[in-house]
T-cell receptor, first 112, second 115 residues
Framework: GEDVEQSLFLSVREGDSSVINCTYT??????LYWYKQEPGAGLQLLTY?????DMKQDQRLTVLLNKKDKHLSLRIADTQTGDSAIYFC????????????FGTGTKLQVIP | DVKVTQSSRYLVKRTGEKVFLECVQD?????MFWYRQDPGLGLRLIYF???????EKGDIPEGYSVSREKKERFSLILESASTNQTSMYLC??????????????FGPGTRLTVL
């Protein structure tokens, strides 16, 4: 199947690090993404990683990719209340029109 | 900035009504998509289009149809709304590219309630 799985909820204290995990299924995925959805809004691309990379860092965000285990994670350092949102991982399938499959989403709650 | 707009933020309809959800993008994107978002299920692709008048079924097309008469506009149609179609509907668009990162740009969503 083409399931992309995430845990549904994560709660962290302001200032701590958050780690959101994702497992995907297509070993030939070219890009893997993290999208953020703030309350009442659509999704917005947060960051992405190309499949030949192990890690990507972008300010407070670190993406780790373990291709052997098909595991993707998003670490947010110094989590702020403005980081409260739903985070979706997604993979792009190769071939055809390049279908993007989204995960179930992880709701991050940041406690002040 | 890319802008994807949806005709309504909130919509309430009755069972059996015909419902139109409109989506417009202003970046000349070839691809347009309709998803529904339900708690615990993430985003599920209903239909997509990669060109004017072209459409392809996604993972859950049953009970829906689409129309793409102009490049910038993609409409989702519920021919006879049912209560199990109560959901958040998200439209997205992207460039047609092979090998590229293929970022999708999303509209704000339409929360549809079918009574």
């Amino acid at each position: 199947g083409e399931d992309v799985e995430q845990s549904l909820f994560l709660s962290v204290r302001e200032g701590d690090s958050s780690v959101i995990n994702c497992t995907y299924t297509d070993s030939s995925s070219t890009y893997l993404y993290w999208y953020k959805q703030e309350p009442g809004a659509g999704l917005q691309l947060l960051t992405y990683i190309f499949s030949n990379m192990d890690m990507k860092q972008d300010q407070r965000l670190t993406v780790l990719l373990n291709k052997k285990d098909k595991h993707l994670s998003l670490r947010i350092a110094d989590t702020q209340t403005g980081d409260s949102a739903i985070y979706f991982c997604a993979e792009i399938m190769t071939g055809g029109y390049q279908k993007v499959t989204f995960g179930t989403g992880t709701k991050l709650q940041v406690i002040p | 900035d890319v802008k994807v707009t949806q005709s309504s933020r909130y919509l309430v309809k009755r069972t059996g009504e015909k419902v139109f959800l409109e989506c417009v993008q202003d970046m000349d994107h070839e691809n347009m998509f309709w998803y529904r978002q339900d708690p615990g299920l993430g985003l599920r692709l209903i239909y997509f289009s990669y060109d004017v008048k072209m459409k392809e079924k996604g993972d859950i097309p049953e009970g829906y149809s689409v129309s793409r008469e102009k490049k910038e506009r993609f409409s989702l149609i519920l021919e006879s709304a049912s209560t199990n179609q109560t959901s958040m509907y998200l439209c997205a668009s992207s460039f047609l590219s092979s090998g590229g990162r293929n970022e999708q740009f999303f509209g704000p969503g339409t929360r549809l309630t079918v009574l």
